[in-house]
């Protein structure tokens, strides 16, 4: 049984892979009481990427009043048990912090606030990594 309180740091690590893997240079912070996750260079300028990551297709967790309209936040879906024993990669979704903030794309349940799988799982976020500046 995979540990779910690993999911978040699978999640910065493969983050910071796609996006070394896609020319950019990385760096990742560690703590528990950071801000910014990755840090990569663009053309345009640093790049500053929050990572949030899960095991379902139930919604991230992220709070209205946290979001930063200066960073990127970069969604992944890890996959259950089954989906990784079968090879399926994890899915990525890239969301400007001014866009869940523009498009109120945060959901409030009871006492909690996420951002729905179903609401990025489309072709305007999904695998959208020319959302970023190129590196």
Excluded: C
């Excluded at 949030?52 to 879906?77: C, D, H, M």
């Amino acid at each position: 049984m995979i540990d779910k309180n690993t999911s978040h740091l699978a999640g910065e690590f493969l983050v910071a892979g796609e996006l070394s893997r896609r020319g950019y240079p990385v760096s990742i912070t560690f703590g528990n009481a950071k801000s910014v996750d990755i840090y990569a260079t663009s053309k345009k300028g640093p790049l500053q990427i929050d990572a949030k990551a899960g095991r379902t297709k139930g919604n991230w967790p992220i709070a209205k009043e946290s979001v930063n309209q200066n960073l990127y936040y970069v969604f992944v879906y890890l996959q259950n048990e089954k989906q990784i024993e079968k090879n399926i990669p994890p899915e990525y979704f890239i969301v400007s912090g001014k866009e869940i903030i523009s498009k109120k794309l945060i959901k409030t349940w009871n006492t909690r606030q996420g951002i729905p799988y179903s609401d990025l799982n489309n072709d305007s976020y999904k695998e959208r990594w020319d959302r970023l500046p190129p590196p």
